[in-house]
């Protein structure tokens, strides 16, 4: 099996004149969390470098890990994150509340994940709900809680298989996956072929701006290729017929936008959000992305200031989120054992295993329930999800206090 597929171009637009902007160095696997039978085997761990093109204004991880080895067995289950529950939640109200007077209509996941926005709908008759997710572990998780899946990547050739056998859809939507896929034009063709004339696709995605402002270069790995700025979503759906009609932003993953598309009409639709935007992107050049690697490097000198302050007292630290985010983190700034004994994830795909890299063990709640007398610090890792985090130690345990590492370290 190829590890690594090799490009020369931009993957949107194909421009074979794309800057380097950043090197992370050589990193594992954002999410292959290593089992306690393979800590002394040789981890995959691949240099981390993005490119940035002035064409489109797409900042990309330009050399693709095969997806059978990221997807196979994933590691990512979004339904033990309270955020993030609370979040969908609050989607599929607004998703009921659009198609409250319609009936008979059809809804599309790409990405489904173990089915988190799709379970809000078992109860919803007038909604006929399906999943595509390439993951053959996290597809079970979802078909457990009664959805209908296929596990299968979301192409071109997929949507014709997929159109044959269910027809065309209303909506069609997919959350934080727009940046996982190399061939991101077979998703937007497969959109195409599904969609009807007057449906919609939404996608959730990060903002490279909201990206840069809060400095967060741990949100930089493997399997995550794409970084959109507007204008690159733009570029990419013009080429299909598709324009963005809305943009909404929305808090998730530290910092996110809805987009939503229709298929053109007659009469271009002038949308001055999506303007104004755009014109706060003139600013992206070369010497923008110099300023945000000396953050980075700024933010990383910082965080381990405040650790080796903090092990000098002799203060026992521990991590809280086993994220991939955390995967380029702490590989990045080296926050080895010596400063984080364990990482507690409420996941249980993680909990037993190690970070990628470092070997950090992973721990349940349960487990900081029996030691937390014994915890002065907790390093948020998962920071964005830092509000729900805070309020499951502090309930456990009142005098915990917390580093929280972007967009600047701070202990609160």
Same mark, same amino acid.
């Given at each position: 099996?190829?590890?690594?597929?090799?490009?020369?171009?931009?993957?949107?637009?194909?421009?074979?004149?794309?800057?380097?902007?950043?090197?992370?160095?050589?990193?594992?696997?954002?999410?292959?969390?290593?089992?306690?039978?393979?800590?002394?085997?040789?981890?995959?761990?691949?240099? +981390?470098?993005?490119? *940035?093109?002035? @064409?489109?204004?797409?900042?990309?991880?330009?050399?693709?890990?095969?997806?059978?080895?990221?997807?196979?067995?994933?590691? *990512?289950?979004?339904?033990?994150?309270?955020?993030?529950?609370?979040?969908?939640?609050?989607?599929?109200?607004?998703?009921?509340?659009?198609?409250?007077?319609?009936?008979?209509?059809? !809804?599309? /996941?790409?990405?489904?994940?173990?089915?988190?926005?799709?379970?809000?709908?078992?109860?919803?008759?007038?909604?006929?709900?399906?999943?595509?997710? #390439? &993951?053959?572990?996290?597809?079970? !998780?979802?078909? @457990? @809680? =009664?959805?209908?899946?296929?596990?299968?990547?979301?192409?071109?050739?997929?949507?014709?298989?997929?159109?044959?056998?269910?027809?065309?859809?209303?909506?069609?939507?997919? &959350?934080?996956?727009?940046?996982?896929?190399?061939?991101?034009?077979?998703?937007?063709?497969?959109?195409?072929?599904?969609?009807?004339?007057?449906?919609?696709?939404?996608?959730?995605?990060?903002?490279?701006?909201?990206?840069?402002? !809060?400095?967060?270069?741990?949100?930089?790995?493997?399997?995550?290729?794409?970084?959109?700025?507007?204008?690159?979503?733009?570029?990419?759906?013009?080429?299909?017929?598709?324009?963005?009609?809305?943009?909404?932003?929305?808090?998730?993953?530290?910092? &996110?936008?809805?987009?939503? +598309?229709?298929?053109?009409?007659?009469?271009?639709?002038? $949308?001055?959000?999506?303007?104004?935007?755009?014109?706060?992107?003139?600013?992206?050049? +070369?010497?923008?992305?110099?300023?945000?690697?000396?953050?980075?490097?700024?933010?990383?000198?910082?965080?381990?200031?405040?650790?080796?302050?903090?092990? !000098?007292?002799?203060?026992?630290?521990?991590?809280? =989120?086993?994220?991939?985010?955390?995967?380029?983190?702490?590989?990045?700034?080296?926050?080895?054992?010596?400063?984080?004994? $364990?990482?507690?994830?409420? &996941? #249980? +795909?993680?909990? =037993?295993?190690?970070?990628?890299?470092?070997?950090?063990?992973?721990?349940?709640?349960? *487990?900081?329930?029996?030691?937390?007398?014994?915890?002065?610090?907790?390093?948020?890792?998962?920071?964005?999800?830092?509000?729900?985090?805070? /309020?499951?130690?502090?309930?456990?345990?009142?005098?915990?206090?917390?580093?929280?590492?972007?967009?600047? #370290?701070?202990?609160?």
């Amino acid at each position: 099996m190829k590890l690594i597929k090799f490009r020369s171009d931009c993957r949107v637009c194909n421009n074979k004149h794309i800057n380097t902007i950043l090197n992370l160095g050589v990193m594992p696997l954002a999410g292959n969390f290593v089992k306690k039978t393979d800590l002394n085997k040789k981890e995959i761990k691949v240099p +981390l470098k993005l490119h *940035y093109c002035k @064409k489109c204004k797409l900042v990309q991880v330009k050399d693709s890990i095969n997806p059978e080895i990221l997807f196979s067995a994933y590691n *990512y289950s979004s339904s033990p994150i309270p955020a993030l529950n609370k979040h969908f939640i609050s989607y599929a109200k607004d998703i009921k509340k659009k198609f409250k007077n319609k009936k008979n209509v059809k !809804l599309l /996941e790409f990405g489904c994940n173990d089915g988190i926005l799709l379970k809000q709908f078992k109860t919803t008759k007038n909604i006929f709900c399906l999943g595509v997710e #390439p &993951s053959k572990n996290i597809s079970k !998780l979802a078909r @457990k @809680k =009664g959805i209908k899946i296929i596990n299968e990547y979301f192409n071109k050739k997929n949507a014709i298989k997929i159109l044959n056998k269910y027809d065309k859809f209303d909506l069609i939507t997919g &959350s934080n996956v727009f940046a996982h896929i190399d061939d991101i034009h077979s998703v937007v063709e497969a959109s195409k072929i599904l969609l009807k004339e007057k449906g919609n696709l939404i996608i959730e995605v990060h903002y490279l701006l909201d990206l840069i402002k !809060l400095n967060q270069y741990d949100f930089f790995y493997h399997e995550h290729l794409n970084y959109y700025t507007i204008y690159s979503l733009k570029y990419l759906f013009n080429l299909y017929g598709f324009e963005i009609i809305k943009i909404e932003n929305i808090k998730v993953h530290g910092g &996110s936008i809805r987009v939503t +598309l229709q298929k053109k009409g007659k009469k271009p639709i002038k $949308y001055l959000k999506l303007l104004k935007m755009i014109k706060n992107e003139k600013n992206l050049n +070369l010497n923008y992305f110099k300023k945000f690697e000396k953050k980075i490097n700024k933010q990383k000198s910082d965080i381990i200031k405040i650790l080796d302050e903090l092990i !000098l007292r002799n203060k026992k630290i521990i991590g809280f =989120g086993a994220s991939g985010r955390g995967t380029t983190f702490l590989n990045f700034c080296k926050i080895k054992k010596k400063y984080i004994n $364990y990482i507690i994830d409420g &996941s #249980p +795909l993680r909990a =037993g295993k190690f970070m990628p890299g470092l070997k950090i063990p992973i721990k349940n709640l349960d *487990y900081l329930k029996k030691n937390a007398d014994n915890i002065d610090y907790v390093l948020i890792i998962a920071w964005n999800y830092k509000k729900s985090i805070i /309020e499951q130690v502090k309930k456990i345990n009142k005098k915990i206090k917390f580093i929280i590492p972007f967009p600047r #370290p701070k202990i609160i």
